[in-house]
């Protein structure tokens, strides 16, 4: 992966050399990259995920993508729905976590091949996208809890100890953004604000959200396997 900027006008790009160029056989390098319109324009959307609509399936040719648009929620919504304040290109969200899931994916842990992340400067406040390669066949915790093998879970549980081992600390660690593909291979989506750091009480707490999660999903009862699998996953 060779992550490369560009910059046109207002909007700034990072993005992965490998998935976009200005070639003709690749997807383009440009702001309409990051344009709902454009995709519906261009028949390429063939789904949206649940939640506050932020989010497209799009269909490029071989693969699928992701492309998330960075929505606020609670109170704040109601000031501005998708402005961020600006302090600097690279501490601005979609960077950051474009930059996160770089790394994650380098280090062969189970996060989607990130593709591209656009901001767009407003004066004192930017806007900003992502684009991630979708994952095959990946449902939801959330999707699979009824039925659901222990084995499973303590794969979840593991999953979420490699990415602890690793230093990342998942401030929204819920049932929906582990996806499980049909190999039964768990995976960890939506970076945003998350950080890498020492080995401290986040962890718990991480573990803790996502309890609560699972309550909210009527599946409380599983907790105790997924930590079983988090306390059995060996470190390095």
Not at 24 to 50: K, M, N, T
Not at 54 to 67: A, T
Not at 79 to 95: D, I, P
Request: aromatic residues 6%.
């Amino acid at each position: 992966m060779h992550l490369a900027t560009c910059r046109t006008g207002k909007v700034f790009i990072l993005y992965d050399a490998d998935s976009v160029c200005d070639a003709e056989s690749a997807p383009q390098i440009g702001p309409a990259l990051f344009e709902p319109d454009h995709w519906h324009r261009a028949g390429g959307v063939i789904g949206a995920a649940p939640g506050r609509g932020s989010s497209l399936f799009l269909d490029i040719g071989g693969e699928q993508w992701v492309l998330r648009r960075y929505r606020r929620g609670g109170l704040i919504a109601k000031v501005s729905e998708s402005r961020y304040l600006w302090t600097g290109l690279e501490r601005t969200r979609a960077f950051r976590e474009l930059r996160l899931t770089a790394h994650l994916h380098a280090r062969g842990l189970p996060v989607p091949r990130p593709v591209a992340a656009s901001v767009t400067r407003h004066g004192p406040t930017y806007t900003a996208a992502l684009i991630t390669v979708r994952i095959p066949g990946a449902r939801t915790l959330a999707e699979h809890l009824e039925g659901i093998e222990p084995s499973l879970l303590e794969r979840v549980g593991a999953t979420v100890r490699r990415f602890h081992d690793a230093g990342l600390d998942h401030v929204d660690l819920n049932a929906r953004n582990l996806l499980v593909d049909a190999a039964d291979t768990v995976w960890l989506i939506d970076l945003d604000r998350c950080r890498l750091r020492a080995p401290g009480p986040w962890r718990e707490t991480n573990l803790e959200r996502l309890a609560r999660s699972l309550a909210k999903f009527g599946g409380a009862e599983h907790m105790a396997a997924i930590r079983r699998g988090y306390a059995s996953e060996e470190t390095d």
